[in-house]
């Protein structure tokens, strides 16, 4: 592949996370929080969750990695966001943003904008209906669902991320991202991953995992979105039921090898 | 059966349910948060969580239905309760209130008598001695639990529903709902729902998505009750321990079809 | 065993907990909190979440037992602890502290000595890193993970223990714990159980639970330590990946007779 992204080099990227071990920052919602605390475990990386101003820099300050998942914000969250983000900044290293709901209400979308404007944010993150939102492209949000979107995904992640100089991730039945130069679809998935809550933010926090041990943003959100959806194919082939289904995605993910990763992962650019 | 509720009629909410999809916005306890979010989704509805003031009007204004549970409230959480409940009484969505350990402290029987007389609820659903506590019927609560009841549940309902004008449901190893007219019991349910922690949560929220799709709050209450009840059956065939049957009871409620809802449930006009 | 704690005794106090239903408030963090809430009905005991202010002291005086977790702390929550913690003093009913990141940040480690200092603490529990960094003894906290430990834990948690004159203990491939006379090691458990988010977390709810009906509390935490590695090591029977073997564990500790534990118990007197 011209860009150098392929099964191959994802595959290095997790054999990193899994011998570095990265300590991922959350501020996140409380919806799905639990589930994205396993889900760094399950992928090598090592999660923490802390929100009190009272130390949330000094927790950033031993991150590799910073997630802000505005799942369920109030301002008192989005001050301890950008107190987080700021140090994340400072030190260099990446932060991930996770805009659910954005496009919802204009408190999400507000939040979002201002996020983006006083934090240097490696990877935006969402569904269609978020990130068309936020390009203004016509997408629709109904609570944290996408409810649709008009126009091409890879033209929509390539035009924000040019715009906001930034990766920009957009999920779907087929993922599309994009730094603003190289544009990448990932096919990797299985309609299952849709059935229960929290599989956008579980994979915010795998995006946080691999943007910890790489420098090339692209590639580790790429990785993170390859991994997530191959061990969800797998998962599937475990059980056919969203319950059971989600459980055997927990340990799928624990059990990824960079091999099998390598082998399944369907990444190409556009 | 006179009311003209029986498994058909039920069975005919929950298709519209899941043609539906309606938006069921929580207030909810941080405890059970994550069940609450997939239960709706397994129904076949769509949850949003949403807590912040700059923005829980306007969620409610997207809703189909409000649900608000007490399980671990505080002031701020009350006050958003109170403006997201305004907003969906203007717009006239439904709202469920689970008054969560109601009975234990005096903080959270005051605030449910403080929601039930600022705003309108639709249901008001809780354990037997949540419930038979706000009736003044001899109810005992030890933290969340229900602890005994004095009396029958078909007239404490009854009663409370007549005196509230709303639909009462209180559940137990009988559920007994009214709307002060007719009242119904529902036999459906397995002991195993009570062995781990949320059955009562999952269960309004289930309410929630039901009422959003029926303007007979009796009725839509019942398909709730049946439902879960049903699919509880289920799963303890699939499985006979708490944690195992849990997994099972989401999955269950993800493939129960109208059909087998019309045919299992056990709802009866008192 | 010279400390007339042996399995037998354990398995008394599993008995009793079953028995008595003991109340078990908690004040804990919103990563594991539905754990905390299950792995407390599995052993027997019945759990409430409760954190405002205007209500936290009632809820406590309807407990057995108070258990506080500072997974997720901030200021508010840290006032409410106190509040729940001086009415527990007041009761005369134990008090679990769980220093999650103690060692981490200055604002856990600070605000740890600060509720060792102005309450009663019954039982410390806490990993190697945390509990070794509170002795000074050169542990080493990275998030909520223990990173180190230098010297004994024998040694550590027996002088800690001394100082602090309450029962402090220590997780680990072998736990130890001591209340300053008597020094415990409980060699049960399973390496499964640090592959997921939370066991710390549910362990401490056990101890909550333990210490709720025995007024020994050394014996008391020595149980909930070999209850939970008990169930673990049969778990592990069932299920070789973490997720699988997490729900396995919630089932084995539901299902753990009074008579299994006596018999797989491994106490021993340093």
Known sequence: MASGIDGESLAA???????????????????????CANVTLCIGASPVMAHALEEVADMASMAEALVLNIGTLDPGQVK?????????????IPVVLDPVGAGATAYRTRTTFQLLRQLRIAVLKGNGGEIASLAGAGGRVR????????????????????????????TGARDALSDGKRTLLVSNGHPLMGRFSGSGCMLSSLVGAF???????????????????VA??????????????????FDELSRLTPEALAKAARVRLV
Do not use: W
């Open 143 to 170: 609570g944290v669902d996408s409810a649709g979107l008009d126009g091409q995904p890879a033209l929509i992640v390539e035009e924000l991320a040019r715009k906001l100089r930034l990766v920009v991730a957009m």
């Open 80 to 92: 301890a966001m950008l107190a987080a983000g700021k140090r994340a900044n400072e030190r260099g």
């Open 232 to 249: 969800g194919e797998k998962a599937a082939e475990r059980c056919s039921e969203p319950y059971g289904f989600k459980l055997a995605l």
């Open 211 to 229: 943007v910890a041990v790489a420098p090339d943003h692209l590639e580790a959100t790429a990785a993170a979105l390859a991994a997530f959806g």
């Open 13 to 35: 990227l997790l054999a990193q996370v899994r011998a570095r071990r990265p300590l991922v920052h959350h501020l996140t919602n409380y919806v799905t929080v639990n589930d």
